[in-house]
């Protein structure tokens, strides 16, 4: 499907980078074949870093994009967009992978339990406990934790925050868009710790959260698959988390919970003298709300 979309798109970058790529000077010609042939990456990059990338200036990167045709790297972005054109949604995805495992009950089986066996593993690998490690260690200073995520991942920023708080760690969801998110985002204060669900894309709510998280110097926990994102390279901690959704199969959120759970046992099992007094308390008050069998 997604293979199709790609095949009936003018590739307009294409195009001009094969009819003018030869007449350029070698740095021009560099630059030009670095944006043809890393082209999601420079969706998602400034002239800065692509001029890093291929060893030149952002003044080189700009006149590179021009020789090719484009008024500048926004025009440029604009086209890659439009050739890209918009991802597979949720729909597209769970038609993809029922027609793909309509063969029996079993292959449904086996992807769903294949997809965690890899993120379990994944997530037991050195590098990845060292990075749930310094994590655990951010998450038992915090005043507050804040959970960012969209979609299916906001309800997992839902029930998560729900653990935090009986473990005895106030925590706040960041899960709407719009005006409804940007109230949200008042809740943080210095001394928060964010973390958050989200992959290549660096939409607005992201970057805007993000953004927010630095002004007020909170550190950011990532739980990721695209540790090469935007928000890679601005988190304080990034914990890959494979999802699966290869192929324009959909992905497996589970495997974001059992990484949250993860994180949420670890900081309970550290303070436990206030995990135990939160419960308690909670138990309490439930108590009060029982209703009262007496006539």
């Given at each position: 499907m997604a293979g199709n979309k790609i095949k009936n798109r003018v590739d307009v970058l294409g195009e001009r980078y094969r009819a003018r790529?030869?007449?350029?000077?070698?740095?021009?010609?560099?630059?030009?074949?670095?944006?043809?042939?890393?082209?999601?990456?420079?969706?998602?990059?400034t002239a800065m870093e692509i001029a890093a990338a291929t060893e030149t200036s952002d003044a080189t990167v700009v006149r590179s994009v021009q020789a090719l045709g484009f008024a500048g790297l926004?025009?440029?972005?604009?086209?890659?967009?439009?050739?890209?054109?918009?991802?597979?949604?949720?729909?597209?995805?769970?038609?993809?992978?029922?027609?793909?495992?309509?063969?029996?009950?079993?292959?449904?089986?086996?992807?769903?339990?294949?997809?965690?066996?890899?993120?379990?593993?994944?997530?037991?690998?050195p590098?990845?406990?060292?990075?749930?490690?310094?994590?655990?260690?951010?998450?038992?200073?915090?005043?507050?934790?804040?959970?960012?995520?969209?979609?299916?991942?906001?309800?997992?920023?839902?029930?998560?925050?729900?653990?935090?708080?009986?473990?005895?760690?106030?925590?706040?969801?960041?899960?709407?868009?719009?005006?409804?998110?940007?109230?949200?985002?008042?809740?943080?204060?210095?001394?928060?710790?964010?973390?958050?669900?989200?992959q290549k894309s660096a939409h607005r709510e992201g970057t805007t959260t993000l953004r927010e998280a630095k002004r007020l110097g909170i550190p950011v926990i990532l739980l990721t698959h695209a540790t090469d994102s935007f928000?890679?390279?601005?988190a304080?901690?990034?914990?890959?988390?494979?999802?699966g959704g290869e192929n324009g199969r959909m992905p497996l959120h589970g495997t974001v919970l059992v990484c949250l759970e993860m994180l949420i046992l670890s900081v309970a099992?550290?303070?436990?003298?206030?995990?135990?007094?939160?419960m308690k308390r909670i138990q309490d008050l439930y108590r009060g709300l029982k209703p009262s069998h007496k006539k």
């Open positions: 790529a030869s007449s350029l000077s070698p740095r021009l010609q560099s630059v030009a074949r670095y944006i043809h042939e890393h082209r999601e990456r420079v969706l998602e990059s926004r025009d440029l972005k604009k086209t890659l967009e439009a050739w890209f054109g918009p991802g597979m949604n949720s729909e597209e995805k769970m038609v993809a992978t029922v027609n793909e495992l309509s063969c029996d009950i079993h292959s449904g089986i086996d992807f769903v339990l294949g997809g965690h066996k890899l993120a379990c593993d994944a997530l037991s690998e590098h990845n406990r060292q990075a749930i490690a310094e994590a655990v260690v951010l998450l038992i200073a915090a005043r507050q934790v804040a959970l960012f995520g969209i979609n299916a991942s906001g309800i997992l920023a839902d029930y998560s925050a729900r653990l935090f708080t009986r473990i005895g760690i106030p925590a706040c969801s960041l899960n709407r868009s719009g005006v409804a998110l940007a109230e949200q985002l008042l809740a943080l204060q210095r001394g928060d710790v964010l973390i958050m669900m989200a928000f890679a390279k601005e304080e901690v990034v914990i890959n988390v494979p999802r099992s550290a303070t436990s003298a206030r995990t135990v007094k939160t």
